[in-house]
């Protein structure tokens, strides 16, 4: 697929960030890690992986906007574009040696996702899309799965961690759907989760409390590969309430009743 110059920049900036997080995973031991809160943190490597994405996105595009996990937001003299950045998505498998983890880059234009990549260096895979465009993963166009019987489907979430308020809702939620599927993956990265989804591994995905960054460009993935995206509640907005339920079509709506209750 020819992509458009912006997306150019972003999987260009993604490999650069991608070189320097598999170099800080190969000596994980040795890398300084700060405890934001309670299973929260944050590394060397997460930090320098967002500096490199910043100089990477705000030195091709000065003028958009910025919105990154650790660095928070900056406005920018365009008002329209932002770029949402998550430098290392899954920094507890990262930190663990678990090699599953990555890196996502949402562009919005006028309040919509308009291109995402979500890069995993560990397995060297690329996924992106560009609303219109359809969705990929290195040379292969993705599409969701086709499975359309419960009991055959596999859903993956994530698991409220560190005493979390969330927690007796996501348990409700394994109660009702884990009698009726074939399983519940949890897997520690929101922006693979989505990526899953679109590549047809998982057939759904769910889960509260998320922020813009793990959702932005893993959403136009799920969509562009013809997946259905809603809010967990909704009446809600996926990337201002950080709570998300997708999944492919056939089995959406059952999927969406056994979580929404
Ligand atoms: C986390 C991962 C995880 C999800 C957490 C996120 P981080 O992001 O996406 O799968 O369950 O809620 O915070 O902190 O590793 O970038
Ligand atoms: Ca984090
Ligand atoms: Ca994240
Ligand atoms: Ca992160």
């Given amino acids: 697929m020819v992509g458009s110059a912006n997306l150019n920049i972003m999987i260009k900036a993604a490999r650069k960030a991608g070189r320097g997080l598999i170099k800080d995973f190969r000596e ?7 405890v934001k809160g309670a299973g929260d943190f944050v590394s060397r490597a997460d930090l320098n992986a967002e500096k ?3 100089e990477e996105l705000m030195g091709a595009r000065p003028t958009y906007g910025w919105l990154a996990e650790e660095g928070g937001e900056e406005a920018g003299q365009d008002p329209t574009r932002r770029w949402i950045v998550d430098p290392l998505d899954g920094t507890t498998n990262f930190l663990h040696g ?17 291109a995402g990549v979500v890069f995993d260096p560990a397995k060297d895979e690329m996924f992106f899309a560009e609303k219109g465009a359809g969705a990929w993963m290195n040379e292969s166009r993705l599409r969701v799965s086709g499975r359309s019987r419960m009991i055959e489907s596999i859903f993956a979430t994530g698991l409220p961690f ?3 308020s969330d927690l007796p809702a996501t ?3 394994l109660g009702r759907l884990m009698p009726v599927c074939a399983g519940v993956r949890r ?3 929101a922006a693979l989760d989505l990526a899953y989804v679109a590549a047809g591994r998982y057939d759904g995905y769910w889960e509260r409390r998320l922020n813009a960054w793990d959702l932005a460009a893993g959403l136009l993935i ?3 590969a013809g997946g259905l995206v809603e809010p967990l509640d909704p009446a809600g907005d996926v990337l201002e309430n950080g709570e998300i339920i997708c999944g492919n079509e056939a ?3 059952n999927f969406a009743k056994a979580i929404r209750g």
């Avoid at 994980?28 to 700060?34: G, I, R, T």
């Avoid at 990555?102 to 919005?108: F, P």
């Fill in 98 to 114: 678990l090699p599953h983890w990555a890196i996502s880059i949402g562009l919005e234009h006028k309040g919509q996702i308009v």
């Fill in 251 to 253: 089995i959406f709506s």
């Fill in 28 to 34: 994980v031991e040795n890398l300084q890690v700060s």
């Fill in 171 to 173: 348990l409700k939620d």
């Fill in 162 to 164: 560190g005493g979390r």
């Fill in 222 to 224: 799920v969509k562009e």
């Fill in 52 to 54: 490199t994405l910043k």
């Fill in 187 to 189: 897997w520690g990265s």
